[in-house]
């Protein structure tokens, strides 16, 4: 089974920041790849898909990159709304999700 | 309105069995695929369960793989969960999610296995 590992498992910033999510699969798989943003007590939120398509209605201070087996999800100007849990997940064959990032304001 | 509304949670003793539905609406669900997801108390995402729109194609998660048995009633608008040998570490909220990359989820629905 492909294994989806993400880091770091916390951060914090400051507001304005650039904040960087990696997520690394230990297959390829292509562009097969998603973010969410899970907040406390609220369901997971899409923010991109494909690797790098920006899910209509999220901020474009968040943008997704990568492809195979590396991949980046980068906030390009943290802000206090941000503040949650973000997960990778695969979807090609059997999906699975990464661990988890949580991001804090510093 | 695209709605998913699970149901079927509630508390188990380990061992014991429970079925999970859940009805969508808004949106032609025989055309989607769909999963299950469950997140246990405070923990990280964990993918339980795929099936295709047609039921030809389904995952299970290592961890529930010979226990949990997904399926869809296209006809219903339904999907389900049916769990069986139920351990104390299947505790979570159990989410129906739609579709590969997961655009539309349900609110969940509370699983407690314990004794």
């Known amino acids: 089974d492909i294994q989806m590992t993400q880091s770091p498992s916390s951060l914090s910033a400051s507001v304005g920041d650039r904040v960087t999510i990696t997520c690394r699969a230990s297959?390829?798989?292509?562009?097969?790849l998603a973010w969410y943003q899970q907040k406390p007590g609220k369901v997971p939120k899409l923010l991109i898909y494909?690797?790098?398509t920006l899910q209509s209605g999220v901020p474009s201070r968040f943008s997704g990159s990568g492809s195979g087996t590396d991949f980046t999800l980068t906030i390009s100007s943290l802000q206090p709304e941000d503040v949650a849990t973000y997960y990778c997940?695969?979807?090609?064959?059997?999906?699975?999700f990464g661990q988890g990032t949580k991001v804090e304001i510093k | 309105e695209v709605q998913l509304v699970e149901s079927g949670g509630g508390l188990v003793q380990p061992g014991g069995s429970l079925r999970l539905s859940c009805a969508a609406s808004?949106?032609?669900?025989?055309?989607?695929?769909m999963n299950w997801v469950r997140q246990a108390p405070g923990k990280g995402l964990e993918w339980v369960s795929y099936i295709s729109s047609s039921s030809s194609t389904i995952y299970y998660a290592d961890s529930v793989k010979g226990r949990f048995t997904i399926s869809r009633d296209n006809a219903k608008n339904s999907l389900y969960l049916q769990m069986n040998s139920l351990r104390d570490e299947d505790t979570a909220v159990y989410y129906c999610?739609?579709?590969?990359?997961?655009?539309?989820w349900g609110q969940g629905t509370t699983v407690t296995v314990s004794s």
């Open positions: 997940q695969k979807y090609n064959s059997a999906p699975q």
């Open positions: 297959q390829g798989i292509s562009n097969y």
């Open positions: 494909a690797a790098s």
């Open positions: 999610a739609r579709d590969r990359a997961v655009l539309i």
């Open positions: 808004g949106f032609t669900f025989s055309s989607y695929s």
